[in-house]
Each structure stands twice: as C-alpha cells, then as structure tokens.
C-alpha cells in the first residue's frame, strides 16, 4: 500500500455500457474533463480490452445483456486488476449496491446523473486509487498491514503497537492528527488488522459535503423524500455492513446530524431518510480529526456525549515534525513509487538537497512531503535535483507559502496578508507561469483540476482572455 497521490486527478477511464448514446455521453464528459477514455459495448468486449490494457477506474452499467454489470465485476475482482470499479444503474437497490461494494466496487451512480456529478466521482475513485494502490476498498490480508506505513521512528513504532491494540476489537476509534499525517492510512491499518478486513472499508469525506446531503449518504434516502430523490438511495452505513466505516474529519457534522450519529452508536439503529422502518447497523466506526477536538467540545461546537462515544480508542498520528528520522526513508519511497509510475530511473537528489528536506520542518507533513518529491521527479529532466530547485516550492517555519516564480515575477506577502488572499495571488502567479494551462498549473500546486477551477470561477477567471475579473 503506498502513499502515492496524483496531483492532477487525471487518469484513464474504461465505460462499459450496452446503451450507444449513455456510452458516448459519459465518455464525452469525462474526456473534456480531461481523461483519457476508450469505451465497449458489452462487459466480454470489455474483458478482452482489460487482457491487454489497463485502466484507473472502470465504469460499467448494471443492466446489460450477455453479461451484467454484477457478473463483470466478479469477473475483475478475479483477476485482480488495479482498478477503481464504479457501477452505473437505473434499478438501485440496496442487494447490487451492497453485492457490487463487497466485491470490490468504489461506489455507485444513479440514472439520471449530470455531468458534475459523474466528474467528481472519477475524481473521488482516482484520489482512492492514488491513496492505496489498489482497486479495492477491502485492504490486503492482517499480516500485511504493518507494511503500509513508512517510518521507524519512536512514534510510528508506538503508533503500529496502538493500532494493533485496538484493531481486533469492534471499539469506535478516533484518529487525531494534522493534515497530511496520514490519517486516513492509519484507518485503512486499523481495517486491514481487524476481524473484518474481509468486508468493506466504507468512507465518507464529511467536509465535502453540505449538511442536508450527508444526512443521505450517511444513512440513505428513500424515493420521495426531498425534491431530488428521484430514487431510493443506499447509504454508506448500509452499504458498510459488516465491514468498516471511515468517517473523514467528523467534527465537520453539523450539530442535528451529530445526534442522530450519536444515536447509531449507542443503539446500533439507524432509518433511511423518508423512513420510518429502523435498520440494524453491523458496522465499526473509525473517524478523524485534524482539530483540537475537545476544544470545540468546551466551546459548544461538538456534542460532549458524541466525543465521549468516538474517543473510546483514541490514536494519534504524530506530525512529520516530530520523527524527522523517517524523512529519509518516506523520500526513498515516493522516489520509487514516481518512478514506477512514470515508467523510469528514481530521479537522484544532491546530499545538499537530501540534506535541505531532512531539517526542514514540514507543516504540511507526509502529503506536503509526497508533493514535493513527486513534482522534483516529474521535473528533475534526468539530471539530479539540487537544493536551489527544491527551496521555492517549500513553506516557511512562520507558514508563508514561498513563491513558485522567480522572486523578480513573484507577488510580495507581507505580514498580516490575509490567508484568501495569498492563495489567490499564488495560484495567479502559477497559472501565469504556465500561460493559463490548468492542468501544468494543478499539477505545480498540488491540487486537482476541478478544485483549481471552483477557484478560478470564485476569483472570476476569464478563459478565453486568461484575465481576472474584479469580483463583484
């Protein structure tokens, strides 16, 4: 399992619809978007393309003649492909999502879905791919777990010891810890390590979503029951049963939502929204936080009955900061798995470049890390990279972003520069610097296309002049 993350979240995409039009359309959308897509018609079509190319994430239609979209994926999960599965229905029912999950599909999508909709799933599905590797959400056997996480350091020998502690057991846990530590790894150990790494690991980005949807993917929704459910709706718990749910950033719920999680834990019961039937939930939870979260306890901005029941196991992720003798071994790893990926020789840092990134202090911890040592391998052209080259792309001790341009072209921030603003004026100086190319500019600031586009659309970004808007 590895921490590898595509900075641009762009990948190849295989649809597999018996529909010509639905076909076409999808793989219309997702190639402006900027993927790369080939199409079949039939899931046996699509088999005899999976023998001799591989793919990111595979989309495929529930319903189709020959071979269904169920069949199919059994079909995949036999071969073991490292491919992030989405399954396409107009019949959702709670048996071909949960079947299709437990076989090893990412998620599924609903007919009829807009073209936002289906982008940001691929999106979701690459982030997942990029974060372990592989296409499944069910991690690799107990025995392997100890080997997804890079480090020898005192504090990730206590943290392997806590996890092992507390992986057999069914007890909530709550993962604390900066951005970029590497949380969520730390939940995918402690799924691998339990009794139900056979099933699911369901997770739920709760900061992705506004409070009125995540009351629907949490616990579902059924026909009816707001102005857009067009269609019954499974929810991640149902979809988790007997596996693992992961939820991301929990301190992000809104306060009405957190009674009713609370109510989960507690009574192990839970109703589809639009529903009075009750269901059983045969689900562990695992949550993170990157917040103090008894501070937003003491300040009333997250229940104290609700902490009480997510921290029975508490585990926390230590910052980079804090086992610096890990750095060298973490770029190592992101050296190799660059190269894997980009099919060539580990690019080599100069000792004063290895010897720039083992002092410095790293608030953006192992993501920050990952970045960086990805961009140096995309942009090293064969030649080994020195300190001088690593030293713009840093953030300073004070969390000043230094400048991705020269000093004569860059922006000046001075003290008191409000966050916003910064962040506007480097993504400016960025996509300046590639002449308006969005996917270069992503990829140089560590983000994906979309999010750099909801960017621009708040700055009022014009495309066609490249020139930015005063906002109204």
């Not at 798995?337 to 020789?345: E, N």
């Not at 001088?388 to 072209?409: A, F, K, V």
């Amino acid at each position: 399992m590895n921490h590898f993350k595509r900075t641009s979240l762009i990948g190849s995409v295989l649809v597999v619809d018996d529909n010509t039009r639905a076909r076409q359309s999808m793989a219309d959308v997702l190639r402006a978007a900027g993927h790369e897509v080939q199409s079949c018609a039939s899931a046996i079509e699509a088999l005899k393309v999976l023998g001799k190319s591989t793919f990111d994430v595979i989309i495929t239609d529930l319903q189709m003649p020959g071979m269904n979209g169920l069949e199919f994926i059994r079909a995949i999960e036999s071969r073991e492909l490292d491919s992030q599965v989405v399954m396409v229905t107009a019949f959702a029912s709670v048996s071909s999502a949960v079947e299709a999950m437990r076989h090893g599909a990412f998620d599924y999508i609903e007919k009829p879905f807009d073209a936002e909709a289906l982008e940001q799933l691929v999106e979701r599905a690459l982030r997942q791919a990029d974060q372990d590797g592989k296409r499944s959400q069910v991690p690799a056997a107990n025995a392997a777990w100890q080997g997804m996480m890079i480090g020898e350091s005192r504090g990730m020998r206590t943290l392997r010891e806590r996890i092992a502690q507390a992986a057999p057991t069914d007890e909530t846990v709550l993962i604390i810890g900066e951005s970029g530590t590497g949380k969520e790894l730390v939940a995918r150990c402690l799924h691998a390590a339990s009794k139900r790494s056979g099933r699911a690991l369901v997770g739920l980005n709760c900061p992705a979503l506004s409070p009125q949807l995540m009351e629907s993917e949490l616990f579902g929704h059924e026909k009816g029951a707001f102005t857009s459910a067009d269609a019954p709706r499974v929810g991640r718990f149902e979809l988790a049963e007997g596996g693992t749910i992961l939820l991301d950033e929990i301190t992000e719920i809104a306060q009405p939502l957190q009674a009713k999680l609370l109510r989960v834990l507690q009574e192990r019961t839970y109703e589809r929204v639009g529903s009075s039937e009750s269901k059983r939930a045969d689900v562990r939870v695992v949550a993170t936080t990157n917040r103090d979260i008894r501070k937003e306890v003491v300040e009333g901005r997250f229940r104290q009955d609700l902490y009480y029941r997510l921290a029975v196991v508490p585990v926390v992720v230590p910052p980079l900061r804090e086992r610096q003798e890990d750095v060298p071994l973490l770029i190592n790893h992101f050296l190799s798995v660059a190269a894997t990926r980009m099919q060539k020789s580990p690019c080599e840092l100069a000792p004063a470049a290895l010897e720039l990134l083992c002092e410095y202090n790293w608030p953006g911890n192992v993501r920050e890390l990952e970045n960086l040592v990805t961009r140096a391998s995309v942009l090293s052209a064969g030649k080994p990279v020195q300190a001088d080259d690593l030293r713009p792309w840093l953030i300073d001790p004070n969390g000043n972003l230094r400048q991705l341009t020269d000093t004569s072209s860059a922006p000046s921030l001075t003290a008191g520069t409000k966050l916003e603003d910064m962040e506007r004026r480097l993504i400016e100086t960025t996509l300046e610097r590639f002449e308006g190319h969005r996917a270069k500019a992503a990829q140089a600031l560590g983000i994906g296309i979309r999010t750099l586009s909801n960017k621009l659309r708040q700055y009022g970004y014009a495309p066609r002049t490249r020139a930015f808007a005063k906002a109204a």
